[in-house]
């Protein structure tokens, strides 16, 4: 796939996540299938540029190309700033950040809380896509602010005239924050309206189900966030079923085991033995989910406190999956799908 002047695997993009989608989980991604991983949001104040966390949400070191950074906040010169500055740090491409739904973002009039603010947005946009022209810039919104305000069509193509390269929405609005089901009415009208490329976002969670929106919504590309959590390697099998029309054979136990502790290593290498562990645990967690003896192990592996522990556990318990089937073995389709 052609996208903003790169040659991408595929049309299958990670969706950028707060907390999730680090280095390391952008790189296993794209291993595992994925054409492009969008980075978790990065402040648009300065004077966090040089906060740990804004550092590492920035390195990019080894990373396969091209490298994208999302920006969020709801000043234009700040905007403009942040862009310049991530470009200076390897960024190549720059999404805007106008999907986050959360409070704290949406209280500062920044992420879906723009959506509001049709003129601003404009300026924003102009702003950015000014401060760095050889740089294409990306933007990721929602449908609309809420259900009686749907006003994705009109954002999309102001944010074409803009000079936006391409754009990722959400079937949501910001006040459906993540219930309900996901809409691609209104992704597959501005796909119709507009000419920049259209990628569709939430609720793809199957390979069946990324074929259907493509489909219905004729969109370039689907994104993929909370299903590849613990999952990374959805983006294969949907890769395989778009190019053959068949499903791949489940993953196997000894297979997700060598994932995982793969994960692990990039995780402890990344962030530290102290902070790689706390961060270890939730990726466990997404994992094993719903597999048998899964909610036991969770509560234990919780508790331990150094790296060496944590992969002993996470080895035993994948042993002992293993003795009982060479597949993942789930307990319930409900809790696996929680």
Request: proline letters at 4%.
């Amino acid at each position: 796939m052609e996208f903003c002047g790169f040659t991408l695997r595929n049309n299958l993009f990670v969706a950028p996540m707060a907390g999730v989608t680090d280095r390391p989980f952008r790189q296993l991604c794209k291993q595992l299938g994925a054409g492009l991983a969008v980075s978790e949001m990065v402040t648009s104040n300065s004077l966090l540029y040089g906060s740990a966390k804004t550092i590492r949400r920035a390195n990019h070191d080894g990373e396969v190309e091209p490298i994208s950074v999302q920006i969020a906040g709801a000043d234009p010169a700040m905007m403009a700033e942040a862009a310049r500055h991530n470009v200076d740090n390897g960024a190549q491409i720059i999404d805007i950040n106008m999907g986050c739904p959360a409070k704290k973002i949406c209280n500062v009039m920044a992420g879906s809380a723009l959506m509001q603010d049709e003129a601003l947005v404009a300026r924003i946009l102009e702003a950015v896509v000014g401060a760095v022209p050889d740089t294409p810039v990306t933007l990721k919104f929602r449908t609309g602010w809420n259900r009686q305000n749907k006003n994705a069509p009109t954002i999309a193509r102001i944010a074409q005239e803009s000079g936006i390269r391409a754009v990722a929405i959400h079937g949501r609005t910001r006040a459906d924050q993540y219930t309900g089901e996901a809409e691609y009415d209104t992704i597959a009208q501005v796909k119709s309206e507009i000419r920049i490329p259209v990628i569709a976002n939430g609720d793809i969670t199957t390979p069946e189900k990324a074929k259907f929106v493509l489909d219905y919504t004729k969109a370039d590309g689907v994104m993929i966030g909370r299903a590849a959590q613990g999952r990374p390697w959805l983006f294969r099998e949907i890769e395989h079923y778009l190019k053959t029309g068949e499903k791949l054979a489940p993953a196997r136990v000894d297979e997700i085991h060598a994932i995982l502790m793969g994960h692990l290593q990039e995780l402890y290498a990344f962030y530290g033995e102290d902070t790689g562990v706390k961060v270890a645990r939730k990726h466990i967690s997404w994992y094993t989910k719903g597999l048998t003896g899964s909610a036991a192990f969770r509560k234990a592996m919780n508790q331990l406190p150094d790296l060496d522990l944590q992969q002993q556990a996470v080895n035993d318990f994948f042993h002992h999956l293993a003795e009982r089937s060479e597949h993942l073995e789930y307990e319930a389709e409900e809790e696996l799908a929680a």
